[in-house]
Structure formats: C-alpha cells, structure tokens
C-alpha cells in the first residue's frame, strides 16, 4: 500500500507564494519521475511540473519562471515552490509519483485571489 500525503495548499493573494508538499511512503520502491499536476473547475487536468529521478525538469508554459519543483530522495517527498501567483493558478493540485506503477495523491486546494 503505497500512501501520498499533500501539504501547503491554501488562499493567497495574487503576487504571493505557496509551496506544496507531497510525501511518499509505503511499500514504494525504485521511484522515478514526481510530479504536480492541477485541475480547474470545469478543465482538464494538466502537468505542472515534473522531475525525473536524474533531476531532469520540465514545466508548462504557463508557469515556466515562476513555479520551481524539486524532490528530496531520502524523504521520497517533491515539493512545488509557486511564486507570483496568478488567478488563473487557482486549481486543485495532484502530485503524482512514477514507480512501477503511479500514484496519485488526494490533491490540495490552490486559490489565488485577484
């Protein structure tokens, strides 16, 4: 059984920051990529951000200079530091993490006020 506990989700104003954490913990082995993902109301869900087990990133667009992901390998947990926050960032954000299979986590709410 393999468990992702999110954190850090909450309302901040535009302009602000918030850092989101995802552990993993459970019978999880060999983790490759970690990921955020997010789902607005009435969208698909996208990637944010993702990190290979090399370190390798790759961002949307939409949030390239502003958003840093980064993963500590001990604590099998990723992080997602979100600066200059936008409205349009609003969304509930999932972490996902790649072993030999994925895994989701329980998403964290993520609202921007204009």
């Known amino acids: 059984q393999v468990q992702l506990v999110e954190s850090g989700g909450g309302l901040v104003q535009a302009g602000g920051s918030l850092r989101l954490s995802c552990a993993a913990s459970g019978s999880i082995f060999s983790i490759n990529a970690m990921g955020w993902y997010r789902q607005a109301p009435g969208k698909q869900r996208e990637l944010v951000a993702v990190i290979g087990s090399g370190g390798r990133l790759n961002y949307a667009n939409s949030v390239k200079g502003r958003f840093t992901i980064s993963r500590d390998n001990v604590k099998n947990t990723v992080y997602l530091q979100m600066n200059s926050l936008k409205p349009e960032d609003t969304a509930v954000y999932y972490c996902?993490?790649?072993?030999?299979?994925?895994?989701w986590g329980q998403g964290t709410q993520v609202t921007v006020s204009a």
């Open positions: 996902n993490v790649q072993s030999i299979k994925g895994y």
